[in-house]
C-alpha cells in the first residue's frame, strides 16, 4: 500500500521539475545565449593586442576583470536602483515589485548604452599578425626584400 506522504512527496518533486522547465530554463538559455555572445568577443579583443609572451597575463587580467565585474557590478546598480524606487520597504509588496522592476530596467538600459557605445567606438582594424596571414603570396615576397 502506498501511503500519502510519498505521493504527496512525487506530487512536490514533479511540480518543482516542472516549475524549473517553465520559469528557470527559458531565462537561463537567454542568459547563456547573451553572456557567449558578450564575453568570446570581448576576450578575443583584449588578447588581440597583447604579444604572444604576455597571452596568460592578459588572460588572467580579462578573468579577474569579468569575475569582479559579474560580481559587483549588478549588485551595486540593483542596490541602489531599487532603493531609489521603493524596494527598502520590504514589508511593502507592491513598492518592491517596482523598485526591482525599475532596477532591471535600468541594468538593461546600462547594457544597451555598453552596446552602443561599442558599436559605435570599436575600430574594425585587424591585428598585425591577421593581416600577414592573409596578405598575397607576392605581398609576402615583396615585404621580405
Do not use: C
Request: a neutral charge.
Amino acid at each position: 500500500m502506498v501511503r500519502p506522504r510519498r505521493w504527496w512527496a512525487l506530487g512536490v518533486l514533479a511540480t518543482a521539475q516542472f516549475m524549473v522547465l517553465v520559469d528557470v530554463l527559458p531565462a537561463s538559455l537567454v542568459a547563456a545565449t547573451g553572456m557567449s555572445l558578450a564575453y568570446v568577443p570581448a576576450l578575443m579583443s583584449a588578447m588581440a593586442g597583447a604579444p604572444p609572451e604576455q597571452a596568460g597575463l592578459a588572460s588572467g587580467i580579462v578573468n579577474t576583470t569579468y569575475q569582479v565585474g559579474s560580481a559587483l557590478g549588478p549588485a551595486a546598480a540593483l542596490t541602489a536602483l531599487a532603493a531609489s524606487r521603493g524596494a527598502d520597504r520590504p514589508g511593502d509588496l507592491p513598492a518592491l515589485t517596482e523598485g526591482f522592476g525599475s532596477a532591471f530596467l535600468g541594468a538593461a538600459a546600462i547594457a544597451a548604452t555598453g552596446a552602443l557605445a561599442t558599436a559605435l567606438l570599436m575600430k574594425g582594424n585587424r591585428p598585425p599578425a591577421a593581416a600577414a596571414v592573409q596578405a598575397s603570396p607576392a605581398e609576402s615576397e615583396h615585404a621580405r626584400t
